[in-house]
């Protein structure tokens, strides 16, 4: 089994919100629903209490990356 994601992998984390929601802009997505989401990631295993504005904006900015690659 491979190790569970944690708030560091934002890289790894955007590319399944991106799998998720292909269609939504990143920047239109609060960071309290950004945070819901990636805890209820099956492959995310870190503490909710451990996020941080700056941990959200680092998949936030990944996950953007990836959004607009795929345009």
């Known amino acids: 089994m491979p190790p569970k994601l944690r ?3 934002a890289e790894d984390i955007a590319l399944l ?3 998720q929601q292909p269609e939504l802009d990143p920047l239109t997505v609060r960071f309290t629903d950004l945070h819901r989401w990636v805890c209820e990631l ?3 295993g870190d503490d909710p209490k451990g996020s941080s504005e700056g941990k959200l904006e680092a998949i936030q900015m990944a996950w953007l990356e990836e959004y607009r690659d795929a345009m």
Request: negative net charge.
């Open 42 to 44: 099956p492959e995310f």
């Open 7 to 9: 708030w560091t992998d």
């Open 17 to 19: 919100l991106q799998a």
